[in-house]
Each structure stands twice: as C-alpha cells, then as structure tokens.
C-alpha cells in the first residue's frame, strides 16, 4: 500500500504537512508501505487529503484529516483492514465534485509527485514533446494549435497560434518565449496549482511552442508570493536539463532551448506583458506603447512571445490527442477547457476544470455545492479586477468568451469568487478601485487620477455621504478612464464599477438617498441595538465589547449607547440569544 | 567590498560579495539583486543600495526607483516575524478586514509597522494563493487559513508565548 498526501500550498496550510509528519514519526524501518506526497488535488475544502493506493489503483480517500489520525491511518496501510479509517473517508456527493470535470490542464495535478521525472514521464511526459520535435515541423505545430481552437488563458483570449506564427514569421537574432505565472487576480490560483503540482506538463508545453516559434531561451515570471512553485519549478528544470529535455540537441534533434526561472516583486501591472517584459529587463514595471508588439519587438528588443501558464498547460495535451480532439470540446468561439478557481461564499472552494460551454450554475450548483450557510446567492465576480460582478438572473450564461463579455465581465484568468446576500456591490466596487488605484502605474493621466477620484466617490458613498449625481459622474469617469488608458489595467478597471451599477443600482441609490447599506456591510451605515424582548440579561455581550459601548444589569434587558459603539459587530457573534439588532 | 561615500548607518556590505558576483554584471538583473540583498538584511538599507548602483554600474535614482515600484521592497526594517494578512477579493468577501483589524487593535500597529518590540510587522498583501481557505494571513512563509478576529489573534498569541512576552 502507498499513502500519499496531497501538499500543494492550500493542502499545507490546511495542515498537511503536519499529517505528512506525523505520519512518517510512525513508520518503522522496514515499513510495509510507502508513504509520499503530490500536488493539488483541487479540493481544498476537504484539505488535508490523504490517498491510499494499491499499486496505480485509489483505494480510499481520506478527507479533512488531522495528526491526529494517523494512528488510525497507518493501521490501516499496515493491514490492509480499512474499517479504522472508514469515518474519513470522502462521501459520495463529495467525490462528484472531482467526477464532474473535465481536466486537460489539470490532468496530473493530484495524482503526480510534483517532482518527480519518472512520475511525469509514467504519465505519458515528453511523448508530445518528442513527437513534435522528431515528427512535425514547427509550422505543422503551429497548425496543429491553430486547429483545437485554443485561445490565451491569461485572460484576453487571444488565439494562440497566431502569436506563435506572429513570433515564428518575425525576423530577430534571438527569440524569446516568456511564460506569465504573475498570476496577478487576487483570489485565482490555478497557475500556481499548475506549477506545483505539475512543473513538467509546463516545461513540456513550453518547449513545443518554443520549437514552434525557434526560441533559443525561456523565461518563467513567476510571482514572489508563490515560493512553493518556485520550488517545485526549480527542481524540475533541474531533472529536465540532466536528462537532456532543456540545453544543447535536446534528444539529439538538434534543437536547443534552455530555460530559466525570474521572481516578481509584487506590482499588478507586471501581469500585463509589456510590463512583464520591462520587469524582466529589471527596469520599473511600467507597460509599453503598442505596436511595435512583443512578436516583433519584446524582451531585450528581440521577437518574443508570452503566454500564461494555463495556455501552456494545454499545449502538451493537443499534440498528443490532436487538435480536434481539443476543438470537439466546447462551443463556436471557446473551444476546450477552462480551469476556475472557485471561492468566496461557495460551499465547495477548490479547482474546477470542466469544458466550455457549461454554464455559471453548472459550476457553482452543480459542482460547488451552491451558497455556504443556506444563504441566498448574490454574484460572482469573474475577471478579478479587470472583471465584473455577475448577478443571479445570470446565472445560466455559458461559459465562452463571448457570453461572458456580454454580461460586462470577461473571462478573465479563472477567478470565481462567489458573493452571498451579505456582501456589499458597492463595497465590492470600492475594493477594486482601491486596488487598480494602488496598483496604476501612474504613466497615464487618465488611469492615475480618474481610479483615484473614482475611489474617492465610492469611499464617500460607502460611508454615506454620496451624493445625488454621483452614481452618473462614476458612469462619465469609467468611460473616461476607459479611452484615455494606455494598457489593459487602465482599461478595464471600470468594469467592476459599470457591472455592479448595471446590476445592483438599487443598492448605489439605499446608500446615496437612504444612507443604507442593503447588505448590512457597509460599517459607518449600520447601527447596533439590542432587542429588549430577546435580551436575557447574560451581559456576554458587554464584557465582549471593546468598546464598552453596553451596559445593563445582570438578568435584565442591556442596551448599546450608539455614540461610544464602533461597530466592530462583536456583540452579534457573542450573542446566543440572537437580541442584537443591526440595521 | 564597495567604497560608496554614503552617509547613514554602515551595513556589512561584503555580505553582498556573492551575489554582486553572480549578477552584478547586467543591470537586467537589478531586481534579482534587489531580493537577493533583502533576503540577506531583511530590508534594503541606503548604503546597500548605493553600493548596488554602483556595482552595477546604473545610477542610485534608478535603483531607488525599482525599489520603490516594487511591493515586495522594504525601506525599513522588519520585526522578527512578518505578519502577511491577505486582502484578496475571496478574503475580501470572507471578512479579512475584520481579521486585520484585530489583529492590528491587538497589537497596536497598523500596515507596514513593526511593535515595539521588533517581534510583530504587519503588512497587507495582495493574494497569498490560499483563497479556498479564505482569510488567510501568513507568518514568516506559514500560512493559517479560515481565520476568525479571534482565532487570528490567538495565533498571534501563541507567538508571543513561545518567545516568552
Ligand atoms: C493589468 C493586467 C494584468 C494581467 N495579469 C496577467 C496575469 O497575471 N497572468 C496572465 O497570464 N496574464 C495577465 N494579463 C494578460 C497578459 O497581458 C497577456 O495577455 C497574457 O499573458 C498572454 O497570454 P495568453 O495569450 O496565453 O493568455 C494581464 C493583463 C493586464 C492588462
Ligand atoms: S493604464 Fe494605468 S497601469 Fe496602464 S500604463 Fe496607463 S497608468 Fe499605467
Ligand atoms: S458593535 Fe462592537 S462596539 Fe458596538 S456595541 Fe457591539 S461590540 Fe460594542
Ligand atoms: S449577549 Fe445577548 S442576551 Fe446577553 S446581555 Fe447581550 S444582548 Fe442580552
Ligand atoms: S488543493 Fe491546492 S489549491 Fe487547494
Ligand atoms: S484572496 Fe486571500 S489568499 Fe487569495
């Protein structure tokens, strides 16, 4: 039998390295079975999970475990009797959040050692790679890409064979391909689940487009915030160039490609690959004119090209299965899988993977499990940023580029953060700008000054001193910023402010005209009392407030004096009796 | 060893001998050097990038600029423990700013500063790729998720016991 343990960065976090420890502290020396560990599995909110083999068969799988059961699991690994572990094992409806994807990017994630070369290579690794270099020509790469459909998962959609065929037909001394693993979307990760748990899939598929558009070096931005994968990534190029997949005649075809990691430093705007580029040359992150284009003039002045870490995770994929294959898979213009980061308020957080075309409920009903706490859906934010908020009526657009820019949100790289009835849209719109304002580079007039005056409306809307007009200056603001903005994060940080307007305006109008916050979030609108009916007189909540904002005799009614409350909402969670009003 | 005429406290700059060997030779690498050097001293001091500018061969207005575009560069000195609290939208929405704040009224500093004591520096940051476990902080590369005000500060607490305050 073998235990393996699923320890990609949410895994460990969620406490499995402990249980990885714990585990081995028992093993003898001769110990009848093995015990190793793998990447993301993608279920987080069953972290940590630990797998037990027989051979490549899953036999069972342990779900939320503690240190605590390791006792219990190693029993079991030892004899082989199962009974012991049989409360941790995952539950059926769980198991369906797995059963309903499609996984093409996330293929190995889960089932992999991360590290491992003969893992990789046992999981057909480098078949496509050696198929593309001894079999096709770059032009029939480029060909056989441009026939799955398979467009930039970064988040504009951007047909990928064209940029290789853009980058191949460009003339330059050296040429450059670039992965972008900046991963820039606050509450998206699956390019960080990608290359910790699956570093070779993105060496491989780089190499294909390398060969396709005759790079000679290639870089991975990766950001700093993601030292496991850098970890994980360094290891692999490390296996890769001794086993002679990076470097001079890789398997003695001739072709020579080498490959090298650069951390970023923490600037949104890097993701944007122009400033990516200047990034890399270690100059400010600052985006540049377009044209000249990367293809024709990118990193050190030479043809490069960039792609994100997802669009190279498919790439591997295709050669091997065929461009076809890939194109059967979803609709008219989205074409394949996409992979999503599911969180916020959704009962089953984790990666999702499933085939274009599905639609927004399928995901976050059919494979989240719906709103945590029984609570009423509200939105889900797609496109981080750069994105917008969808609203339930919506809940049955498809999953393709083009539906989703209808709503006014975008695809975007994958983040699906879910909101509840208890989240503010115009707190939410704040949040945004407070970021794409921070995180402007400042090079134009127009994104540097109208993010910040938009701020300043939200901020003064959300503590209720928005005005009548406001919500039309923010509209002739968005359009503003849109037109005068050099690159993409200038351009599309409206879009939070235009897709929450265009949705929730009636919320924007309780807080301008009624000073109220719908969502019971907004902290300068609410006030606290206590119910006197309800009230028992416990004095929990008085001793609770930092405030010392309540006061009361024991057993009778207590009450809240509004001019000394801060609104920390710490009497709420104190209350057993449900007597705190909040309006 | 560099013989930079800046002012200010002196740093052990043969400390960056190494690195300056390594990279030093392309000012494509600044940045490199830049995390390299923080690692070594925690932050960047003054001398450490003047001596950087000047290995390097760009001028210390240039460095001073990446050092200040930069989120991860640090100016100031950090406490021996950086508290990395997440306001990431999946955070955002899973209350963050109430785990922030208490955990900034406990130990009386705000983003970016360090107790007095030096044990504590509190920083807000983007996303730490741990939404699912949404509020997530970070101590010193160990990330606690599913945080509650409460139970972040007793994490908080924990540390200050084991280091005998
Ligand atoms: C402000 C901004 C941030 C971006 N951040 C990212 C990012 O974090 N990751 C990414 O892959 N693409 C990001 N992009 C898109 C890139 O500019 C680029 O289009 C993409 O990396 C191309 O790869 P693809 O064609 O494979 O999608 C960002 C764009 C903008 C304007
Ligand atoms: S749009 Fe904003 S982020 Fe982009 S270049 Fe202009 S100022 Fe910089
Ligand atoms: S909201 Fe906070 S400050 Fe106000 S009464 Fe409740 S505990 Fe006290
Ligand atoms: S905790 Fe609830 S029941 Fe107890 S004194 Fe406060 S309001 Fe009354
Ligand atoms: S399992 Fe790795 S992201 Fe959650
Ligand atoms: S949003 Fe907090 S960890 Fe990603």
Not at chain 2, 37 to 64: F, H, R, T
């Amino acid at each position: 039998m073998r235990i393996v343990i699923g320890e990609g960065s949410c895994g460990i976090a969620a406490g499995a390295a402990k249980v990885h420890k714990a585990i081995e502290a028992l093993m003898t020396e001769n110990e009848s079975f093995t015990l190793g560990s793998t990447g993301c599995i993608g279920m987080c909110f069953l972290e940590p999970i630990v797998d037990l083999y027989d051979g490549k068969i899953l036999i069972k799988r342990l779900v939320k475990v503690t240190a605590d059961d390791a006792a219990v699991i190693v029993e079991a690994a030892r004899s082989g009797d199962l009974s012991g572990v049989e409360k941790l094992v995952i539950s059926a409806e769980d198991e369906e959040f797995l059963n309903r994807q499609t996984r093409i990017a996330l293929r190995h994630c889960g089932l992999i050692d991360p590290v491992s070369l003969d893992d990789y290579r046992n999981a057909d690794g480098y078949q496509a790679l050696e198929k593309a270099l001894k079999t096709m020509t770059p032009e029939q790469v480029i060909e056989e890409i441009k026939v799955s459909g398979l467009a930039g998962r970064g988040g504009a959609g951007f047909p990928t064979w064209f940029k290789w065929n853009a980058a191949r037909q460009s003339v330059g001394e050296r040429k450059y391909l670039i992965c972008n693993a900046d991963e820039g979307d606050p509450g998206a990760f699956m390019d960080r689940a990608v290359i910790e748990s699956d570093p070779h899939s993105l060496i491989e598929g780089m190499l294909i487009g390398a060969y396709a558009i005759g790079a000679c070096e290639m870089i991975v931005y990766v950001r700093a915030e993601y030292p496991l994968a850098i970890t994980n990534l360094e290891i692999a190029i490390d296996a890769a160039r001794k086993a002679n997949l990076l470097g001079e005649n890789i398997l003695g075809t001739g072709f020579s490609c080498d490959m090298r990691i650069k951390a970023g430093a923490g600037a949104f705007v890097c993701g944007e690959e122009t400033a990516l580029i200047e990034s890399l040359e270690g100059k400010r992150g600052m985006p540049r004119l377009k044209p000249p284009f990367p293809a024709q003039k990118g990193y050190m002045d030479e043809p490069s090209n960039i792609n994100n870490v997802e669009t190279f995770a498919n790439v591997s994929w295709i050669i091997n299965n065929g461009g076809e294959a890939f194109a059967a898979m979803g609709t008219e213009n989205s074409k394949g899988t996409k992979v999503f980061a599911l969180t916020g308020k959704i009962r089953k957080g984790g990666l999702v993977e499933i085939p274009m075309g599905k639609t927004l409920r399928d995901v976050i009903y059919g494979i989240g499990g719906g709103i945590r706490d029984n609570k009423e859906f509200k939105a889900v934010q797609m496109g981080g940023p750069s994105g917008g908020c969808i609203p339930a009526d919506l809940l049955d657009t498809v999953i393709d580029y083009k539906a989703l820019a209808a709503t006014g949100a975008i695809m975007g790289s994958g983040g699906m953060v879910v909101m509840d009835e208890s989240t503010c849209m115009v707190g939410m719109a704040k949040f945004f700008l407070d970021f794409t304002a921070l995180e402007s580079c400042g090079k134009c007039v127009h994104c540097r000054i109208g993010t910040a005056r938009m701020q300043e409306i939200l901020t003064r809307i959300v503590k209720g001193e928005g005005k009548e007009g406001d919500i039309e200056l923010l509209e002739e603001l968005c359009d503003a910023v849109k037109d005068g903005a050099l690159c993409g994060l200038g351009q599309t940080a409206p879009n939070p402010v235009l897709t929450t307007i265009r949705y929730f305006r009636n919320e924007y109008e309780a807080h301008i005209r009624e000073k109220k916050c719908p969502a019971k979030e907004c902290v300068d609108l609410l006030t606290y009392s206590i119910d006197a009916d309800k009230c028992k007189g416990c004095t929990l909540c008085a001793k609770k407030c930092p405030a010392k904002a309540i006061s009361g005799e024991v057993k009778k009614a207590h009450i809240i004096d509004e001019n000394i409350c801060i609104r920390c909402g710490q009497c709420v969670s104190s209350c057993r009796f449900g007597a705190i009003i909040v309006e | 060893m560099c013989n930079c005429s800046c002012q200010g406290p002196k740093s052990d700059l043969s400390l960056l001998d190494d690195v300056l060997k390594e990279y030093g030779g392309s000012s494509g690498n600044l940045i490199t050097i830049l995390q390299k050097a923080q690692n070594i001293y925690g932050y960047l001091p003054k001398d450490v990038m003047y001596c950087i500018a000047e290995k390097v061969g760009v001028a210390p207005a240039d460095v001073m600029g990446v050092a200040t575009f930069y989120s991860q560069f640090r100016l100031t000195p950090i406490g021996k423990y950086l508290i990395m609290a997440c306001q990431g939208t999946a955070c955002h929405v899973n209350g963050s700013e109430r785990v922030t704040a208490a955990i900034s009224e406990y130990l009386g500093i705000g983003n970016g500063e360090t107790t007095a004591d030096g044990l504590f520096t509190l920083e807000n940051v983007a996303c730490l790729g741990c939404c699912s476990l949404a509020p997530v902080i970070m101590i010193n590369g160990e990330a606690y998720g599913n945080l509650t005000p409460d139970s972040a500060v007793a994490v908080i607490k924990g540390i200050q016991e084991k280091e005998g305050k």
